[in-house]
């Protein structure tokens, strides 16, 4: 789950373990399971690996998942790279 929290007076989205609820921290720890259901509608979970696995049949590594993100909302190329030097604030979460 994306959630929004408030540290030295910043405002940061964090992704948090929709099983545990936990945050995760290290983007290799984490996985998307989703299901497929026959009228087409489509849910996930974002949880960590191992304990946190929801056993769904389909998943993808939490770090390809946010780089498809990234790339269908057009934050890509010029426009990741301008974005990536306006959030160096961000290292300090």
């Known amino acids: ?7 030295n007076g910043v ?5 948090t373990c929709d099983q545990c609820s936990k945050r995760i921290k ?3 720890m984490g ?6 259901f026959n009228d087409g509608e489509i849910s996930y979970r ?9 056993g769904e ?3 993808q590594e939490l770090s390809h ?15 990741l790279d301008k974005a990536i030097k306006s959030a160096k604030i ?4």
């Open 46 to 54: 974002i949880c960590h690996k191992g304990n946190c696995d929801t």
């Open 11 to 15: 405002t940061a989205p964090i992704i």
């Open 90 to 93: 961000m290292e300090l979460i």
């Open 26 to 28: 290290d983007v290799s």
């Open 65 to 79: 998942f946010l780089v498809w993100l990234l790339s269908n909302v057009g934050l890509k190329g010029e426009k």
């Open 1 to 7: 789950m994306i959630e929004l929290i408030r540290k």
């Open 31 to 36: 996985m998307v399971f989703f299901s497929i």
């Open 57 to 59: 049949p389909c998943s």
